[in-house]
């Protein structure tokens, strides 16, 4: 398997975004817009926002993802979601690691590995965000931390259900800030997490692993960034709140393939 037989996905994170009413509006627009897609298209939505975008994306080729989960099947956790409450939902994708839940929740890579696990239990697909900070590459740090939160994430993980995990590199100085990584640094990092698969898996059980960039992606820059042979799509933030932009990068992507 390699970049042309891997599976590309382009999975929008809505971040705290758009309430119900508004999901179904906008999972309304972009559904005509992402019909003849020749990648996977999700869309990773509040948890608030759930039924309304499993209801307004049936039929359509939209899978529905959450953007968190928590690593215990249940009990005294006030305001958390377990994994197999998000499961009866009918979402097939969660976020877990995301730059912002590291930074702002206290997020931590064993707590990443954990609720990977239990997505992975629930038969959920864990989209696992890593990514370095610019200090952290400009210390020079960056491919050995890619590599650590790569392997953190992916403890007790078997190479069978790494076929259900989707990583994204997500360089934390590109998140959310219009400074997007260049088509050769996100190829880099992304060879970076394939190498960490590699050494734990072995290269055949790497070449198959979806790994998407993140970080300020849009319909101006994806054609290039999912043209690069170590990126197979992207997780996308604020451009996923526009159905037009959201289905250019889609496109893009199934241009790839
Ligand atoms: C994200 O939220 O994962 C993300 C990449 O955001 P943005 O595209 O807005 O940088």
Redesign the pocket.
Known sequence: MNKATRKAVIAG?W?MNMTPSQTTALIEEMKPLVASADCEVVLCVPFVDIAAAIEAAKGSNIKIGAENVHFKASGAFTGEISADMLKETGVEYVVVG?SERRQYFGETDQTVNLRSLAAIKAGLKPIICVGETLEQRELGYTETLLKYQTKMALTNVSAEELKNVVIAY?PVW???TGVTATADQADEGNGYVRAAIAEAYGADVAETVTIQY????NAGNAAELVSKVNVDGG?????SLKAADFSVIVKAASEQK
Do not use: P, Q, R, T
Request: no cysteine; aromatic share 0%.
């Open positions: 994170n971040k995301h997500e590109a998140i959310g993140g970080g300020s992606m997780l996308i933030g604020g451009a």
